[in-house]
Nanobody, 127 residues
Framework: VQVVESGGGLVQAGDSLTLSCVVS????????VAWYRQTPGKQRELVAG???????HYSDSVKGRFTASRDNAKNTVYLQMNSLKPEDTAVYYC??????????????????????WGQGTQVTVSS
């Protein structure tokens, strides 16, 4: 199973980026994805989660600015990031579940992580 993030880059404050997370090498489809970000010396921080259907979760720091969505036909999950701030600078990781468990929004508050990880994509926001 390969999990690949893309779409990171260098932008200015106020700009937008859309990250993609593609899962391949399996016939299984994405059940749920959690987006994390990490900066040097800090713990990985949950940013958003998207479960089956329209279940989503957002951290307070990105609520109203980031939107997670999915394209089941492409086995891809997206993270649309608007009104980016310098503090959004981090490596963003996709954490995917390929099972069939239903994850309510509250699951993303538990700290538990899914099985499959991507290599991360760097997002840098300049002021």
């Amino acid at each position: 199973v390969q999990v690949v993030e893309s779409g990171g880059g260098l932008v200015q404050a106020g700009d937008s980026l859309t990250l993609s997370c593609v899962v391949s090498g399996t016939t299984r489809t994405i059940n749920a994805v959690a987006w994390y970000r990490q900066t040097p010396g800090k713990q990985r921080e949950l940013v958003a989660g998207v479960s089956s259907g329209t279940i989503t979760h957002y951290s307070d720091s990105v609520k109203g600015r980031f939107t997670a969505s999915r394209d089941n036909a492409k086995n891809t999950v997206y993270l649309q990031m608007n009104s980016l701030k310098p503090e959004d600078t981090a490596v963003y990781y996709c954490n995917a579940d390929l099972g069939d468990t239903y994850y309510a929004s509250s699951y993303y508050l538990t700290g538990r992580m899914f099985e499959h990880w991507g290599q991360g994509t760097q997002v840098t926001v300049s002021s």
